[in-house]
């Protein structure tokens, strides 16, 4: 059973959670929306699976989105690499606790594609297919270094992809000297789960799912640049 502290700091994620809800639906921190009201009427059946998950779900994902502890880091680092490291029981109480009820949260919320996005060029606006993207660093870079089209990999953990391209992308690379830094692409067509609407930071979030199959699609050794770590490569992946 967690500690008194513990309940009470994960029932602050309930009522962010909750917040979030009220804020889309046209409330305020003191007070509720007006569910007559147009703005209500109009977000509803966007935020409605958010509004319905149990209050253990979204605990879960208020833990998966937040950075101060860094629950997602230690979560994913366990699901990929099960034997790497034995945690304190509370430590693994709590990662089976997030585990268990993000996977139910998760399963709850349908699949999307990638939001159309706005272009730009010669004063002309033209709308371009959407794209999810996602930065990596470190031992992962290599693992995708070495892989030819047509490899296909599964990742055991839970992946997190943007729909808002470079800017969001900047924040997760690395400027560090000699870092590793990759980024990958989403073949047009993929669908992931989207936790933006509920989530601390606006980055656009949407997650693979623990156990998803990749293919190689193809490489570019510079095929992304990046205003804070130069020209990266870029790998396009296909959800199989």
């Not at 990638?114 to 693992?143: C, K, Y």
């Amino acid at each position: 059973m967690f500690s008194q502290k513990l309940k009470e700091r994960l029932d602050q994620f309930i009522l962010a959670h909750d917040g979030r809800i009220t804020k889309k639906l046209g409330g305020t921190p003191f007070k509720e929306a007006d569910p007559s009201s147009e703005q209500y009427q109009r977000v509803l059946p966007s935020v409605k699976p958010y509004m319905d998950l149990t209050s253990d779900e979204k605990i879960a994902l208020g833990m998966y989105g937040e950075n101060v502890n860094q629950y997602y880091k230690q979560l994913n680092q366990q699901l990929r690499s099960p034997s790497s490291s034995k945690l304190d029981p509370e430590t693994q109480e709590v990662l089976d606790y997030m585990k268990n009820n993000l996977l139910s949260a998760v399963t709850k919320l349908q699949s999307v594609s990638p939001r159309e996005r706005i272009s730009l060029t010669n004063g002309v606006e033209t709308n371009v297919p959407g794209r999810f993207t996602r930065a990596v660093t470190g031992d992962f870079v290599d693992q995708l270094s070495r892989l030819r089209p047509g490899d296909t990999f599964v990742d055991d953990g839970f992946a997190s992809y943007t729909d808002q391209d470079a800017p969001t992308l900047n924040m997760f690379l690395s400027e560090d000297r000699g870092a590793k830094n990759a980024v990958i692409e989403l073949k047009e067509g993929a669908q992931l789960k989207n936790i933006s609407p509920i989530t601390e930071f606006s980055e656009g979030e949407h997650l693979a799912m623990p156990g998803t199959q990749y293919k190689l699609v193809s490489s570019d050794p510079k095929g992304f640049n990046s205003r804070k770590a130069g020209d990266l490569p870029k790998y396009v992946l296909e959800i199989i």
